[in-house]
């Protein structure tokens, strides 16, 4: 009676065992694997034919990589207006994952912006006719403008999966920005890179739209 004991207590251990193992691989490991990418959905990813830093990474992709890197550092989200325009590094708000991505690949969006201004100051609504190279850049308005008409124009139709490509930039409202990531969820539909003051700066958040207003832009920087 003993031995029987000891038998079934051993079969009841090994199956607490295995079904805790399956418990977390259904909670932790199997999520892991709701992360998807292009290649899952069949849609090849489109590289520029560009690369403007010479550094032997096309300018999309370096957009992405300095989009990402911000999103690790995860700075402060702080709005302020900083003389000479940049905030310090640990600091930022949304328009600065733009710039910032954009300097990884060798562009000063700040200088396009200022001179796009300058010489079409009318255009530019935010701007209300008063130029401010200090915080132009950083203002989601004029960076919407500015991709208006410096940019390939895109759907905002976030069923057309193979559309939205790593690197694009993407506008809700005039007050928040972002940068489309190469991570995708299981529909498709790609993470977004921001800062909204969020823990997470590249997550799942596109199409739930949380922090902000309904996608108004949706653009790919072509030198």
Not at 26 to 38: N, Q, S, T
Not at 44 to 52: A, G, L, P, Q
Request: negative net charge; charged residues 30%; glycine residues 8%.
């Amino acid at each position: 009676m003993k031995k029987i004991f000891i038998t079934i207590s051993i079969v009841i251990s090994f199956l607490c065992i295995f079904t805790l193992g399956f418990l977390f691989y259904e909670k932790v490991c199997k999520k892991e694997k709701e992360v998807y990418y292009a290649e899952d959905f069949g849609i090849t990813v489109i590289k520029s034919d560009m690369d403007y830093n010479h550094n032997g990474i096309d300018d999309y992709t370096d957009i992405l990589l300095g989009a990402k890197e911000e999103a690790k550092r995860a700075p402060k989200y702080k709005n302020a207006y900083y003389a000479g325009g940049y905030p310090p590094e640990d600091e930022g708000v949304c328009t600065d994952v733009i710039w910032r991505a954009f300097k990884n690949a060798g562009y000063s969006l700040k200088d396009m912006v200022d001179e796009d201004i300058q010489n079409n100051v009318k255009a530019y609504p935010r701007v209300e006719g008063v130029p401010d190279s200090n915080i132009d850049f950083r203002r989601v308005g004029n960076l919407k403008t500015f991709f208006e008409r410096n940019a390939k124009t895109l759907t905002t139709d976030l069923t057309k999966i193979e559309e939205w490509q790593p690197g694009d930039i993407v506008t809700f409202g005039t007050s928040h920005i972002g940068i489309i990531s190469d991570k995708r969820n299981k529909k498709g539909v790609p993470y977004l890179i921001h800062n909204a003051g969020q823990p997470l700066r590249e997550e799942d958040t596109l199409e739930l739209n949380n922090y902000f207003e309904k996608i108004s832009g949706h653009f790919r920087f072509e030198q």
